[in-house]
């Protein structure tokens, strides 16, 4: 449920880098085929060492794995890209990775763009591919290779004509892009093994599992997930039902259909109908919802900035109504034409008294059910219409089993004040979730207008603020002139003052596990090792060029400098080839280098050196150079990191760890490892080759 609510999930945009070899386990062939005067069809083909997965092109950039992208230079008024680059091999399978359909080939997989031709003068066109590829523990660093498709097989291409990839990327201009195909045109399976079938056991698999392909969204852990957005938004629609618009109805509407209703079975039955139209209502909106935006389109909700940005302005907007600035409702003539409709009795007229409660109570509802829309679309799929699911089921059920059993009415309590209180609570959580959308757009373009200690400050002012109005010491202007408070309301105030209390440490740094995953991660902050924390500075002088890394380990961030530093004060160095969307390298940092048995080796032992392989700032041109292990041009400081580890440590992912001596070399040292959850066993490889 955490992950729903946090939308993130986020996560979001991490990858698992681990250790692997010096191989890309790709192998990638192009050709073209003329099919008309002007027109061509570039065809591509990719094989993949067993067990190796690369990423469909419908894949989401900055959300999962990075996709495969296919991309032309200079040719944008020269050529015509015809539909879709078209693939096939690829297939959806659910990763409880990133909580949700990652579209992937294993094995192999082809391409095939339509292009027509405007320049008859056009000889070649100068194209790219880039990707990822992983295997079920890790993933190599993201990377590309160039190309030449030949209009006619006889042209001689010059030996310099990828260059101008080169030229693209300096001068910053966007190349032409081939678009990918909708998702609905890949199969989702649930298992597949491709080397052990022939071709045609293949294609009849894939034909087989696309025709089975609403039958298979059944899988266990994507089902855990929409079963947690039902429960929250069943939660939600409860609470919609105390708020002042909804709860004062419900007697009123269930006298109504055992009243008017020629005998109780007639009148149940009514308040059944009744409870299924509510139902009915809102899970239409939730359909509109996805027919209009699309799976597609909900499932990048998350990621972009924009979204989210709009996201936060929306739920202002909500969390100010609630809180008594004004009220959100819908024209009042609907509510009149509805409301006549309603007297016609039957089938009919049952359907407009439920539309009329949704209007009616629109100023309470409108904002939990857009709060509910919002979130649910970031998670994408059918969760909107699962949403609205559990929210009308919890509004309905009262009404339809006090129409069963009307006695119960008379334990309900009266309204009153409380109902106010139920509205200015729901409005303080709609505004702490607004400073959450803003947080996701924050971080996309890494301002740092939203750190943690700044998002953790609004949090704390907004729920010591809700405490001191549950407490009676904040008014709102709807709120009445009692003078005392109820012994709920009081219990209420007091868990909320807890939190608020809880929340404070984060400023000094504390983890805060519970709220895990709403914050802004712990190194996007101002002070990365909490407010006022100078623990280490105060006790230890940083060498020159160096920095307080994780856990104030003295970090250098270049290798060259390191080494150097190493030499001087003669201790071994320890080599972290790291990156910073490297899931398993933050595990290491986390769980293993803070534990007490390794940090202080770490600390003391060692001279550290990390090296981010995907750090993307460019480096001077006089630094930039061409390097046949890449096979192209070392332009940032990741690809020289990436460069050298691959040359000199003949390894290609992360995190990666080598122990030197202090002089540079690796006599006498274990051989290099990659992730190494087991605390002892990273314990005896740091100690050993430390004499």
């Keep these: 449920m955490r992950n729903y609510l946090s939308i993130l999930l986020c996560f979001l945009s991490f990858y698992a880098f681990a250790q692997f070899g010096d191989q890309d386990p790709t192998n990638w062939n192009t050709t073209v085929e003329k099919i008309a005067e002007n027109e061509y069809v570039f065809k591509t083909q990719v094989t993949l060492e067993p067990g190796w997965h690369l990423y469909s092109q419908t894949g989401e950039k900055g959300r999962g794995p990075i996709p495969t992208t296919f991309s032309y230079y200079g040719v944008e008024d020269k050529i015509e890209l015809i539909g879709v680059n078209k693939e096939e091999g690829s297939f959806a399978e659910f990763s409880s990775v990133w909580d949700f359909n990652v579209y992937q080939f294993s094995d192999k997989g082809s391409f095939e763009q339509r292009v027509k031709i405007l320049d008859e003068a056009l000889e070649y066109i100068v194209g790219e591919i880039g990707y990822q590829v992983c295997d079920d523990e890790k993933c190599l660093r993201p990377t590309s290779f160039s190309y030449v498709y030949k209009l006619n097989p006889d042209v001689v291409v010059p030996d310099d004509a990828t260059d101008i990839i080169d030229v693209y990327y300096d001068e910053e201009k966007e190349p032409l892009l081939s678009q990918g195909p909708e998702p609905s045109s890949i199969p989702l399976m649930e298992s597949h093994d491709l080397e052990s079938k022939s071709e045609s056991d293949v294609e009849a698999s894939e034909s087989d599992t696309s025709n089975k392909q609403n039958d298979k969204i059944e899988n266990d852990t994507e089902e855990k997930s929409l079963w947690a957005i039902f429960l929250v938004s069943f939660l939600a629609g409860f609470a919609a039902l105390l708020t002042p618009c909804v709860f004062p109805m419900i007697p009123l509407t269930v006298s109504f259909f055992t009243k008017q209703s020629s005998n109780r079975a007639k009148g149940i039955s009514n308040a059944i109908l009744y409870g299924f139209f509510i139902i009915l209502i809102y899970v239409l909106l939730g359909s509109v919802v996805v027919a209009i935006f699309g799976d597609r389109i909900l499932n990048a909700m998350s990621t972009n900035a924009y979204v989210n940005l709009g996201f936060f302005i929306i739920l202002i907007i909500f969390a100010a109504s609630f809180l008594g600035a004004f009220e959100i409702t819908l024209p009042q003539s609907w509510a009149n034409k509805v409301d006549e409709k309603s007297n016609k009795g039957g089938f009919i007229g049952i359907f407009f008294m439920a539309l009329a409660l949704a209007i009616i109570s629109f100023s309470c509802t409108g904002p939990i059910v857009g709060s509910l829309i919002v979130e649910a679309a970031s998670k994408g799929g059918v969760a909107p219409i699962v949403g609205m699911l559990g929210f009308s089921t919890a509004l309905a059920l009262p009404f339809t089993l006090f129409a069963i059993f009307p006695g119960w009415m008379n334990s309900l309590p009266k309204s009153g004040g409380w109902l106010n209180t139920v509205k200015v609570v729901l409005g303080f959580l709609e505004l702490a979730l607004a400073f959450k959308f803003l947080s996701n757009a924050d971080l996309v373009y890494q301002f740092m207008l939203l750190p943690r200690e700044v998002f953790l400050a609004f949090w704390i002012a907004i729920f010591g603020s809700l405490a001191l109005y549950l407490f009676g010491r904040i008014k709102m202007p709807h709120d009445g002139p009692e003078s005392t408070i109820s012994v709920g309301r009081a219990l209420l105030g007091v868990v909320v003052l807890a939190f608020t209390i809880y929340m404070i440490p984060g400023m000094w740094g504390a983890p805060l596990k519970i709220i895990s995953g709403f914050p802004p991660p712990l190194n996007y902050a101002e002070s990365p090792y909490g407010v006022g924390y100078k623990k280490l500075t105060e006790v230890t002088e940083i060498p020159e060029h160096a920095h307080l890394g994780v856990h104030d380990i003295i970090t250098f961030d270049d290798y060259d400098e390191g080494l150097a530093y190493a030499k001087q004060v003669n201790k071994p160095v320890l080599v972290d080839f790291t990156g910073y969307a490297c899931v398993n390298c933050r595990k290491m940092e986390e769980r293993v280098w803070s534990d007490s048995r390794i940090l202080p080796i770490l600390k003391n032992d060692f001279v550290m050196i990390s090296l981010y392989v995907d750090d993307q700032n460019k480096l001077p041109k006089e630094e930039q150079y061409e390097s046949e292990v890449l096979g192209g041009k070392v332009r940032t400081i990741g690809d020289k990191w990436y460069e ?36 002892n066993e990273y314990r005896d490889w740091l100690k050993e080759g430390i004499q």
């Design 644 to 679: 050298l580890q691959k040359k000199q440590f003949k390894n290609a992912a992360q995190p990666y760890y080598v122990k030197l001596n202090a002089d540079g070399t690796q006599k006498g040292m274990p051989d290099p490892v990659g992730y190494t959850p087991d605390i």
